[in-house]
């Protein structure tokens, strides 16, 4: 990997002195940013994640300086930046301050502000971007970080408790001012339910969510939900419940649009309980 990166880098280093060189201070800092973000990539690819992080830091920090300097909209560069960060932790195995840090974005995303983000911009009081990519870019996150609890309490279920408190539990009590966040806010419900083994309010509560007309990019909250009913129905020992297994396989399977990696996770289980 390392010697098929190494001659694009080269020559990305001489193309970019030679942009740097015919630019005026201003527009070096843009360029710089964005050659920050670059070389961050290529030393993770790399695998050498400690300065992949030292650079992204530092791509951070200027981008900091030029959101508040009248340059708003790069908020999302410096929310993309921390993105990167939670990466570089799940590739080192840093699960916990991975999800933290997703938590932390959410948060931030969800109420305006957040001290658990790198940077001091995020819990500086001050709104910037526009509600219109704030509303997207929350649902970016939100999705990201509910693929990656599916694919962490899969793995290790003794987690679950943990995954849900480190991610989501800053966020229980969001206002529901949006369409999105209330339906974050009811998924949220639905999952504490199933948490505190309130599985009465826990399947009443699943099975209107399942049946909500919603668009198919929500069927990642709908995925998440069939794991835990699969799981519900193992610690319950709920055999008799052939109905609502048979009518889950057929929504994992065929209905939902999710990666098949993703099905196959949260399928594993249903050969043990179908019969």
Same mark, same amino acid.
């Given at each position: 990997?390392?010697?098929?990166?190494?001659?694009?880098?080269?020559?990305?280093?001489?193309?970019?002195?030679?942009?740097?060189?015919?630019?005026?201070?201003?527009?070096?800092?843009?360029?710089?940013?964005?050659?920050?973000?670059?070389?961050?990539?290529?030393?993770?690819?790399?695998?050498?994640?400690?300065?992949?992080?030292?650079?992204?830091?530092?791509c951070l920090s200027l981008n900091e300086v030029l959101t508040t300097s009248g340059y708003s909209?790069?908020?999302?560069?410096?929310?993309?930046?921390?993105?990167?960060?939670?990466?570089?932790?799940?590739?080192?195995?840093?699960?916990?301050?991975?999800?933290?840090?997703?938590?932390?974005?959410?948060?931030?995303?969800?109420?305006?502000?957040? #001290?658990?983000?790198?940077?001091?911009?995020?819990?500086?009081? +001050? $709104?910037?971007? *526009? !509600?219109?990519?704030? &509303?997207? @870019? /929350?649902?970016?996150?939100?999705?990201?970080?509910?693929?990656?609890?599916?694919?962490?309490?899969?793995?290790?279920?003794?987690?679950?408790?943990?995954?849900?408190?480190?991610?989501?539990?800053?966020?229980?009590?969001?206002?529901?001012?949006?369409? #999105?966040?209330?339906?974050?806010?009811?998924?949220?419900?639905? +999952? $504490?339910?199933? *948490? !505190?083994?309130?599985? &009465?309010? @826990? /399947?009443?509560?699943?099975?209107?969510?399942?049946?909500?007309?919603?668009?198919?990019?929500?069927?990642?909250?709908?995925?998440?939900?069939?794991?835990?009913?699969?799981?519900?129905?193992?610690?319950?020992?709920?055999?008799?419940?052939?109905?609502?297994?048979?009518?889950?396989?057929?929504?994992?399977?065929?209905?939902? $649009?999710?990666?098949?990696?993703?099905?196959?996770?949260?399928?594993?289980?249903?050969?043990?309980?179908?019969?």
């Open positions: 990997m390392q010697s098929e990166l190494e001659p694009g880098y080269q020559l990305y280093q001489a193309i970019g002195q030679k942009v740097n060189e015919s630019l005026c201070q201003e527009l070096r800092a843009f360029v710089k940013q964005h050659s920050l973000s670059i070389l961050a990539l290529y030393h993770y690819k790399k695998q050498d994640h400690k300065m992949a992080l030292n650079l992204t830091l530092e909209m790069l908020i999302y560069r410096c929310l993309g930046q921390n993105e990167n960060i939670v990466k570089i932790f799940f590739t080192n195995g840093e699960w916990k301050k991975a999800t933290h840090l997703l938590g932390s974005m959410l948060e931030y995303q969800c109420k305006g502000r957040s #001290a658990g983000l790198y940077g001091t911009i995020f819990n500086s009081g +001050t $709104q910037y971007g *526009l !509600a219109l990519l704030n &509303e997207v @870019f /929350t649902f970016s996150v939100f999705r990201y970080s509910i693929m990656n609890f599916i694919k962490l309490s899969t793995n290790n279920r003794d987690i679950t408790h943990e995954l849900f408190h480190l991610l989501l539990w800053r966020i229980t009590d969001i206002e529901g001012d949006t369409d #999105a966040k209330k339906l974050y806010k009811f998924w949220i419900g639905i +999952t $504490q339910d199933y *948490l !505190a083994n309130r599985y &009465e309010e @826990f /399947t009443s509560k699943f099975i209107y969510f399942m049946n909500q007309p919603l668009s198919f990019e929500y069927d990642f909250l709908k995925l998440s939900l069939c794991d835990q009913v699969i799981q519900m129905v193992k610690q319950t020992k709920s055999y008799h419940e052939r109905e609502l297994v048979n009518k889950l396989t057929h929504s994992v399977v065929k209905k939902l $649009q999710i990666k098949d990696s993703y099905k196959t996770l949260v399928c594993s289980d249903l050969s043990t309980l179908q019969g």
